[in-house]
């Protein structure tokens, strides 16, 4: 442009700067209410899955029709959300479009203007018209790569929270887990769920006993590093955790058996079909019409809660980490299918350091010690 017309390219010389200005007013007087809403939309698509992957349960139990006015307002919400958010997003586009927009108008009324009167020729004319866009184009560019590196920075920051966890120690008597005066707050201004925790855990089956809401949970999820205390020290070894309601992708059976367990090339399709023999689950596997290889739906759809509750616990079997933690883990079983989960995890605390949270006596009878969680909270561990 400047070897065409000197004159013509100074417009986009002086309005070029502008761009990065106007971005970054834009982009501080937006910033905040974005977060905000991009926390909210979070939260709202949280409560939203839960409360959808709850729908089997509440139609069994013919409680379904009471959650349509929850689902109602939680998608309303969503919706409200998710529209202000891209709102949000689309004006400050647009903003930053509008300027070189009118920047490209400008030197195409210039050049049209010396083209009429006759001072500048056509071909010139069209070249810088065709120009001039090219010139905003990399500043548009860069505001694209940034959204996209905002998307990434964020999903890293997520990940950097679990990576920079310092590596707890094990102890040099053997696997062992020991916790000195343990608490736990979900926030900084709420109240205490759990205080003044001491473990000291060898090979067998401790289980945890105390109301719901007592923290149990919590101090499993502790205890496998996923959460870090608010006060206190903890020493423990790896550890596989099964929750009370078990993850499971929609891969094969045996890629879902296999979550957790390493590389897994020692274990073929024989060990696996005893793993799950040895939770009850032979009659399932050989229903199946690909074995092993056989897919499972999002989530296990196709399998039941006890059945979910077995698999998980094979896979904690297979899994090489001399830890294992449970919660609830007979919650969905009947009684012969409880004595028999019982059993296996019994067999597995001859060998390794069980920690399991139960409300069946049958569980705890046969535990070989048990720790009760206060019912208060704030309350410590007997």
């Known amino acids: 442009m400047l070897a065409l017309h000197p004159w013509t390219a100074l417009i986009p010389v002086f309005t070029l700067p502008l761009l990065p200005l106007f971005a970054a007013l834009i982009g501080h007087a937006t910033r905040d209410a974005t977060d905000r809403r991009w926390a909210a939309l979070s939260q709202l698509s949280g409560h939203f899955l839960d409360v959808m992957k709850g729908l089997p349960t509440l139609v069994g139990y013919s409680r379904a029709h009471r959650q349509s006015a929850t689902i109602r307002a939680v998608s309303e919400d969503h919706r409200k959300a998710t529209v202000e958010t891209l709102r949000i997003a689309f004006l400050s586009s647009a903003a930053l479009e509008f300027l070189a927009t009118i920047s490209v108008a400008i030197v195409a009324v210039i050049t049209g203007l010396l083209l009429a009167t006759g001072r500048m020729d056509l071909e010139v004319a069209l070249a810088l018209i065709l120009l001039a866009p090219e010139a905003f184009w990399p500043i548009r560019r860069v505001g694209a790569e940034f959204h996209n590196a905002a998307d990434g920075a964020a999903a890293l920051d997520e990940i950097a929270t679990v990576l920079d966890r310092p590596q707890r120690t094990q102890q040099r008597g ?69 929750t009370q309601r078990p993850f499971l992708a929609p891969a094969s059976m045996r890629d879902n058996l296999l979550l957790g367990v390493g590389d897994g090339a020692d274990l ?34 196709g399998l039941s809660a006890g059945q979910r509750a077995r698999f998980a616990l094979a896979r904690a079997l297979l899994s090489p980490a001399p830890l294992i933690l449970l919660d609830e883990p007979t919650a969905h079983l009947d009684a012969q299918t409880e004595a028999l989960v019982v059993d296996v995890i019994r067999r597995a605390a001859q060998e390794r350091i069980v920690l399991a949270v139960s409300h069946r006596p049958h569980l705890v009878e046969v535990a070989d010690a048990r720790i009760e969680i206060a019912s208060t909270v704030g309350g410590g561990a007997r």
Do not use: C, M, N, Q
Not at 178 to 192: M, S, T, V
Not at 197 to 214: E, F, N, Q, R, W
């Open 174 to 242: 053997g696997e062992r887990v020991i916790a000195r005066d343990l608490g736990f707050r979900y926030a900084p201004d709420l109240p205490e769920v759990l205080s003044g925790i001491d473990l000291d855990l060898t090979s067998g089956l401790t289980v945890l006993i105390g109301p719901s809401g007592a923290g149990k949970t919590t101090l499993l999820e502790i205890v496998a590093g996923l959460r870090r205390p608010t006060s206190g020290e903890i020493d423990a070894p790896p550890a596989h955790l099964v």
């Open 268 to 301: 073929d399709d024989h060990h696996l079909a005893a793993v799950l023999e040895e939770v009850g689950l032979t009659e399932v596997l050989a229903s199946l019409p690909e074995g092993l290889d056989t897919p499972l739906g999002d989530d296990g759809f």
